[in-house]
């Protein structure tokens, strides 16, 4: 998103700091700032001038002109009045006209990012005449497309030779570039108008909107003779407004204009007046606005009393755009129709059967708001990023439907005569309050901020604040659509005062509880990793045919109405679904035999909901061997579980596998797959080879097993006798040892012998064998071992070390 820093400021009070610093203050409190386009010398040398005189040259498209730029251009030669000489190949030059001369010396503006930047010099045309410099048309001031003729400049209030970027909101501007992407929750600060109230917030400046917006007056009446009437299903559309137009008869004003230059410095381009007025009020409000001709409008619904009905669009239903393509709407799509014959895709664009031409004679402007999760999903459904639907899919807020809509009925009253208005919403709703105790706001930011200097904070930006005793009472502004809850004005307060402005002092706190489910997934990390598997980290977001491809239930699964991707549209009930499709990639790469794993949180809705409605979630280990040399993979799959269940110190039995009731274990083939239960017949996973159906759609090899393992179950059964244990928060010790023992004593004894010695120490303890060697004829064989091992009550000292190690040592 670009904005301009000087049309920005046009709506506050006088700034007291740098560019620079009120741009690291943006940053800082507001939204980053990728890039700052400096263009306050884009237009040197660029002035205003008036053509004193015109000559058309014979056979040729060139025009011999003199123009006065007041004696501000050096250099050049001049006649006995003063004037320049210029040559111009525009048609509509003229007498009289008032022009932008890019003078001898000056960059043209539109080349300033070229590798070489077109520099305007001297040049003598058809051998003859002399031109000093260029009388410029829109598109090589960087400042539109039209290159049909030179731009013609308002006079009023111009002088010849005055700086060009000054004839309008100055040129001479910065443009920032915005990463909008983290005001995704923020609509109101995609326009101008709220954009720059944050700025005046963080610069702690009282702001105020224009009295249009807050206070939107219709000052016409409704024709008898036009007649519309609005259904809208308020899920998918809060609130629809329109007004019919019709046309004046004025024509458009030939000159060029100050919108054209705001709407180039925000990305966009000048079309005419009626679409540039829709498009200026969209920079400034973040309302985008959209044109029907209304009497195709009533053609298309075949019936005397159109009605809008906005609704859900029917699978496989068709829809010609305006660009010429014709698209296929799901059910996710929302439609606006002429008496149920579609007409636009809501928020994405209009329908060729309703577009604006040469011969419409009334309009129907449409200001309207639309469900920000379909909008996303129409967008990338349909491909469409257009500056209207990245406004719509951030959720305008109903309430700019009206002020907005009247604006622009005023901007251009001198083309288009409004003679009906129709809204759907009947009476304004009531405005949220949310109370945010003093206590609450200090306790939360660290801050000691008291409750006048809170509400000033918030009055700042619009927010009706009162004061009872020791809380604040907000009234919520409309365009507020983010704030709901308490913790929700902290967070203004906190950033609008500056998050760096308050004192970096740790708060007091006890000693945290350890989270036990991490240490858990440490431990497991450390087991399965030392045995060869490798851990991946996937995403939780699955496309529904990966599901449908493991035989699982979609149903079963939360979709994510606001996904970032179709690709991503489901929450997975299980993980192995995702490993499986990671495994192709690893044979691709020419791994012939892998383990991967992977611990994560699952969300099938069997699971329900808590008592905030928020999905319950299961801890869930899942696993995937494939070897191809293996013309089974189940005993492989197998040994991983019971190494882990012996290791923790769980009791457990393999039992005869049973397809689960939510279909989200489908996958196994049930013959040679089993349920792994604790002894009372508590199911704790299931372990076994997958579906050679499966396997073929994955391009996976027949013998490929997996299993998955409840982590939260796993947790709870944990014996006393589990191998694995968590460090202290003391530093731990890292030791080699080997030790020469008999030919007939085994490494696993060795090992629990080594285990023992450092538990009576009552040291937290890691112990892995590491190599056995026997030299040829020797009557011993050596034994390596990595050691691990820690206090729990503070650090070891060297000298207990060295003590440790002689005891282990003569371990035989």
């Not at 990012?113 to 305007?120: R, T, V």
């Not at 497309?145 to 006079?155: A, T």
């Not at 009531?430 to 930011?445: D, I």
């Not at 007939?744 to 040291?763: F, P």
Request: proline share 4%.
């Amino acid at each position: 998103m670009l904005i301009s820093l000087n049309w920005l400021k046009l709506g506050l009070d006088k700034i007291d700091i740098s560019d620079d610093e009120l741009v690291k203050l943006i940053g800082a409190r507001l939204v980053e700032v990728e890039e700052v386009i400096d263009q306050t010398h884009k237009y040197d040398k660029i002035y205003v001038a008036q053509v004193k005189f015109c000559e058309k040259i014979p056979d040729t498209h060139l025009t011999l002109c003199l123009i006065d730029d007041g004696g501000k251009a050096e250099d050049v030669e001049r006649n006995k009045d003063g004037y320049v000489q210029v040559m111009c190949g525009a048609p509509n030059v003229h007498q009289d006209m008032f022009v932008a001369w890019i003078a001898p010396g000056a960059i043209v503006p539109a080349s300033v990012h070229d590798a070489e930047p077109f520099k305007i010099s001297m040049r003598k045309m058809l051998k003859k005449y002399d031109s000093y410099g260029m009388i410029a048309a829109a598109d090589e001031l960087d400042l539109g497309d039209d290159h049909e003729g030179i731009i013609e400049l308002n006079p009023e209030g111009l002088q010849a030779g005055m700086p060009f970027a000054k004839a309008f909101v100055d040129l001479n501007d910065k443009i920032l570039d915005i990463e909008n992407k983290s005001l995704t929750h923020r609509p109101d600060t995609f326009g101008l108008l709220g954009f720059r109230r944050e700025v005046a917030g963080i610069l702690g400046q009282k702001f105020t909107s224009p009295d249009w917006y807050l206070n939107p007056n219709v000052d016409f009446k409704n024709s008898s003779d036009v007649k519309l009437e609005i259904e809208i299903d308020e899920k998918l559309c809060p609130r629809y407004t329109a007004i019919v137009f019709e046309p004046t008869g004025k024509e458009y004003s030939p000159y060029f204009s100050n919108q054209a230059t705001l709407l180039a410095r925000a990305g966009m381009r000048s079309i005419d007046p009626i679409v540039d007025a829709t498009n200026m009020n969209m920079l400034l409000s973040g309302q985008p606005l959209h044109a029907f001709d209304y009497d195709k409008f009533v053609a298309v619904g075949g019936s005397a009393t159109p009605k809008i009905i906005v609704r859900a669009a029917k699978k496989g239903e068709k829809l010609t755009l305006l660009d010429g393509k014709e698209i296929e709407m799901n059910e996710d799509d929302i439609v606006i129709t002429s008496n149920n014959v579609p007409v636009a895709l809501a928020g994405a664009m209009g329908g060729a059967n309703t577009a604006i031409d040469e011969n419409t004679k009334r309009v129907i402007l449409e200001s309207a708001t639309f469900s920000l999760y379909n909008l996303r999903k129409t967008q990338m459904a349909h491909g469409i990023f257009s500056e209207a639907i990245t406004r719509f899919t951030k959720g305008q807020p109903a309430g700019q439907t009206l002020p907005v809509a009247l604006r622009f009925a005023r901007e251009v009253a001198d083309y288009l005569k409004p003679v009906g208005l129709f809204d759907s919403q009947k009476t304004a709703p009531v405005a949220e309050k949310v109370e945010l105790p003093l206590a609450q706001l200090n306790s939360l930011l660290g801050t000691d901020f008291d409750a006048a200097t809170a509400q000033k904070i918030l009055q700042n930006v619009e927010f009706d604040v009162k004061t009872q005793g020791d809380k604040l009472i907000a009234t919520v502004p409309f365009w507020r659509t983010d704030i709901h809850i308490p913790e929700d004005l902290i967070e203004e307060i906190g950033r609008l005062s500056g998050y760096d402005n308050i004192a970096p002092i740790l708060p007091l706190h006890g000693t945290a509880d350890p989270n036990v489910m991490f240490t858990l997934k440490t431990a497991l990390r450390h087991h399965l990793s030392a045995r060869g598997a490798n851990e991946v980290l996937t995403y939780s977001f699955v496309h529904g045919d990966l599901m449908k491809k493991v035989g699982q239930d979609t149903d079963n699964s939360y979709e994510i109405v606001n996904s970032i991707s179709p690709d991503l549209q489901h929450i997975r009930q299980s993980i192995v679904p995702s490993l499986l499709d990671k495994s192709y990639a690893n044979l691709r790469a020419g791994h012939e035999k892998f383990a991967l794993f992977e611990m994560n949180q699952v969300y099938p809705r069997t699971n329900g909901v808590d008592e905030d409605g928020v999905p319950k979630s299961t801890y869930q280990l899942g696993f995937v061997v494939v070897d191809q040399a293996q013309k089974s993979d189940f005993y492989l799959a197998k040994k991983y579980v019971q190494s882990i269940l012996d290791n923790f110190g769980v009791e457990y039995k393999i039992k005869p596998f049973l397809d689960a009731k939510d279909k989200s274990n489908t996958y196994y083939e049930s013959k040679r797959s089993a349920n792994i239960e604790t002894v009372d017949g508590t199911l704790i996973g299931h372990v076994g080879e997958i579906k050679q159906r499966i396997l073929r759609e994955f391009k996976l090899p027949v013998p490929t097993a997996a299993f998955e393992i409840d982590l939260q179950l796993l947790l709870e059964l944990q014996g006393a006798s589990a191998k694995d244990f968590s460090f202290s928060q003391y530093p731990s010790v890292a030791r080699d040892l080997t030790i020469s023992v008999p030919l007939d004593r085994r490494a696993g004894e060795i090992e629990a012998r080594i285990r023992e010695t450092l538990s009576q120490r009552r040291l937290v303890n890691r112990v892995k064998c590491t190599s056995i060697y026997q030299a040829e004829g020797a009557d011993t064989k050596n034994i390596s071992f990595h050691l691990d091992f820690a206090r729990t009550d503070k650090t070891l000292e060297k000298a207990e070390i060295q003590a440790i190690m002689k005891t282990l040592e003569k371990i035989k």
